[in-house]
C-alpha cells in the first residue's frame, strides 16, 4: 500500500489519528521513544490539556474568505506560523528521516529545525529542502566537537542556531526504561534477546530500518574516533550542558542569527535577550525534561510581557490542532514549533506522514479563521480568546500584527473571568 493511503482521511482526519497510526507501525519501543515524557508525564499532559481552558470569542456574521496564512520569523517568509521542531534521533522512526521531515516542511512553504542528535549529515538534511532550516545545539562532545558542528552547518546554509538550554541531563523516561532501552542498546546479547519482540512484532518498521543500516549514529557529532554511536549519548549529555557563559564563544563563531530554546520564565527570557538572543523558544522540551513545570503555553504571557517588545517570541508543547497555534498566537508567539504532530507522521508514513500532519494542522488554520472571523492571522485580535482566572495577558502588540496593522493592544479585549 502507498504510504499516503496509510495516513489519508477517514481513517487519519486528525493528529491524533497520526499518533494510533504511528504506534501501529513502530516497535513499542521506538513509539514510547516518541510519545513519552518524563517522570509521572504530568508536564507531558498539562501540555496539550491547557488549551482547552483558553476559549475562544469569535466574531459573527463575517465572510473571511480563505486568505494567507504567511509570517515572517527571524526576517524569513514562512508561508505558514508553525516550524518542524528539533526531534533528536528520527531516523530510528524512517529511513532518512530528517530528510524526509525537512523536504516535507519545505514543500509546505516552511522550515525545518534539525537537531545535534540527528542520524543524518546536515549537508545531506539542507540538500533534501527547498525551505530554511535551522541548527539546534547540544554541546555534546565538547566545545570543539560542537564548534566543527556549527561551521558545518554555516557552510551548508542553515539560517539559524537554536541553542537548547533545558538538558543540563537527560530527563528520566520512564517507559524507555521499561522498554529496555538500557539492555536493547547493551552488550548483552541474551539481555537484548528479551526485548527483542518488539522489533519482530513489526516486521514493515523492521524491513526498512534494516536496509536503511540499522541502530543510527550521529554524524554532525564527530568525535576524534569517529561519529558518536547510539549508546553514548546519554552520558554525553549529561556532559554538556549550554550554559549562559557558552553563549558568548558561539556568538563569537556564529553571525548569524540566535534562538534560545526552553525558556519559561520571565528573568530567563531578559537574560537570553540580554546575552544577545534573537528569538526565544517558551518551551518545556515536550515535557521530556524537567517533570511538573508549567505548560509552555502557561509560561507564554509572562515572558512576552518581559522580552516580547525586544525580541521574537516562539513557543512549543502540546500542539496538536490548529486552534491551539492560533491560541498561542494570540497570547503573543509569533510562530509555534511542533514536535510530535510531525514525528507520529514521520513514524506512521514517513515523509507522507509529515506532510499529512502539516495539512492537518494548516486546513485547521483556515478553517478555525475563518470561524473566528479573520480572512487573515493579521486580523487576530486580543479580544477572541478568554482566559482562565490567574492566566495573564502580555500588555504590549501581538506578534503576528506587528509587522501588519495593528488594530489593539493585548489585553484591551477585557476577558469575563479575567475580571473575576
Ligand atoms: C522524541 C523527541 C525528541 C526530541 N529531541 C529534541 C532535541 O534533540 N533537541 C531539542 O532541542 N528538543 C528536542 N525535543 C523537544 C522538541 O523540540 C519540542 O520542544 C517538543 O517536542 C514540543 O512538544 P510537542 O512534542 O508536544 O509538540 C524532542 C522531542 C521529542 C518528542
Redesign the pocket.
Known amino acids: 500500500m502507498p504510504l499516503a493511503r496509510l495516513v489519508s482521511a477517514p481513517s487519519v482526519l486528525n493528529i491524533s489519528d497520526l499518533r494510533r497510526a504511528a504506534r501501529r507501525r513502530l516497535p513499542r519501543v521506538v513509539f514510547d521513544?516518541?510519545d513519552g515524557g518524563a517522570e509521572a508525564e504530568t508536564t507531558l499532559r498539562a501540555?496539550?490539556s491547557i488549551y482547552d481552558e483558553v476559549l475562544f470569542r469569535p466574531r459573527a456574521a463575517v465572510a473571511a474568505p480563505r486568505a494567507s496564512l504567511e509570517t515572517t520569523v527571524l526576517g524569513t517568509r514562512l508561508a505558514l506560523p508553525f516550524l518542524l521542531?528539533?526531534?533528536?534521533?528520527t531516523r530510528l522512526l524512517f529511513p532518512k528521516g530528517e530528510c524526509e521531515a525537512a523536504r516535507a516542511a519545505g514543500a509546505a512553504g516552511t522550515g525545518y529545525i534539525l537537531?545535534?542528535?540527528a542520524g543524518t549529515r546536515l549537508e545531506e538534511v539542507k540538500a533534501a529542502t527547498t525551505g530554511p532550516c535551522w541548527y539546534?545545539v547540544?554541546l555534546v562532545g565538547g566545545r570543539e566537537v560542537a564548534s566543527a558542528a556549527i561551521e558545518r552547518a554555516r557552510a551548508a546554509g542553515y539560517g539559524a542556531l537554536?541553542l537548547?538550554v533545558d538538558t543540563a541531563i537527560s530527563g528520566l523516561r520512564e517507559r524507555d526504561h521499561r522498554n529496555g532501552i538500557t539492555e536493547l542498546l547493551g552488550a548483552n546479547p541474551f539481555a537484548k534477546l528479551r526485548y527483542g519482540w518488539q522489533f519482530l512484532c513489526r516486521p514493515r518498521w523492521l524491513v526498512r530500518y534494516l536496509s536503511d543500516g540499522g541502530l543510527m549514529q550521529f554524524p554532525n557529532v564527530v568525535l576524534p574516533d569517529g561519529p558518536m554511536r547510539y549508546a553514548a549519548v546519554g552520558k554525553a549529555l549529561e556532559q554538556s550542558v549550554v550554559t549562559w557563559q557558552d553563549l558568548a564563544w558561539i556568538r563569537e563563531l556564529w553571525k548569524g542569527p540566535m534562538v534560545i530554546?526552553g525558556i519559561l520564565t520571565a528573568d530567563d527570557g531578559r537574560r537570553a535577550v540580554d546575552e544577545g538572543a534573537d528569538a526565544v523558544v517558551v518551551?518545556n522540551?515536550?515535557?521530556?525534561q524537567l517533570d511538573g513545570v508549567f505548560p509552555s503555553l502557561r509560561a507564554l504571557p509572562e515572558i512576552v510581557a518581559a522580552v516580547g517588545g525586544r525580541t521574537e517570541v516562539l513557543m512549543?508543547?502540546?500542539?496538536r490542532r490548529g486552534g491551539d497555534i492560533l491560541k498561542a498566537l494570540l497570547l503573543g508567539a509569533r510562530a509555534v514549533?511542533?514536535?510530535?504532530?510531525y514525528?507520529w507522521g514521520l513514524g506512521a508514513a514517513g515523509g507522507a506522514g509529515v506532510s499529512r500532519a502539516i495539512e492537518i494542522l494548516t486546513a485547521d488554520l483556515h478553517r478555525t479563521l475563518r470561524l473566528l472571523g479573520c480572512g487573515s492571522l493579521s486580523e487576530l485580535d486580543p479580544s477572541m480568546i478568554e482566559l482562565p482566572v490567574g492566566f495573564e495577558r502580555a500588555r504590549r502588540p501581538l506578534a503576528a500584527l506587528s509587522t501588519g496593522s495593528m488594530r489593539s493592544e493585548v489585553g484591551a479585549g477585557v476577558a469575563l473571568n479575567e475580571a473575576g
Open positions: 521513544y516518541v501540555n496539550p521542531a528539533p526531534v533528536g534521533s537537531s545535534t542528535l539546534q547540544y537554536v537548547t530554546k518551551s522540551h515536550g515535557g521530556r512549543d508543547g502540546g500542539i514549533l511542533i514536535g510530535r504532530a514525528a
